[in-house]
């Protein structure tokens, strides 16, 4: 089944600092892997299918749905440009090739360091965190009345995470 994208190439590209020219194949896959692993995280899984059947079906609209307009362009796609971000870095040197994987690099240009890049992915994470604080403090005071879907998972469904700090891994 093919996955409703709650944001676009364009999006990703006016609002980060990825270049224009970078193909949109190595885009794609990792704004699909931050919508499914961290945008469904916080709006569980009832929320992130309504979300996703009123993109599929063209009524994600002001005038059809300006509930749900205004949740998604106001406080999920921010948060979810931030997370494809925080994804996409620590692969965007690489291509995995029928030869093997390579290293991109350009002639004019110096490739960063292990820190700088993880640097990057903090602050963009940084950002993430951010817009997810807002989505949250949002849907703290606005869940109960415009999104239902938010409280009626159930069984094997993802529960929305309502804590917005990512602080590593725990061993």
Known sequence: MATALFISRTDLVRN????GSVDTDKLLPFIKI???MHIQNYLGTELYNKISALITAGTLT???????YTLV???????????AMVDYLPFSN???KQGGTYRHRSENAE??????IDFLVQKYR????FYTRRFIDYMNYNASTKFPEYYSNS??????DTEANWVGWVL
């Open 73 to 83: 362009n106001d406080y999920v796609q921010p948060m979810l440009i931030m997370f």
């Open 94 to 96: 690489f291509a995995v």
């Open 62 to 68: 002001q005038q059809a749905n300006p509930n749900y």
């Open 16 to 19: 980060t600092i990825i270049d």
């Open 111 to 116: 490739l960063p360091s292990k820190e700088e």
């Open 34 to 36: 931050a919508q499914q």
């Open 126 to 129: 940084d950002y993430a965190d």
């Open 155 to 160: 069984n094997d469904d993802m529960y929305p």
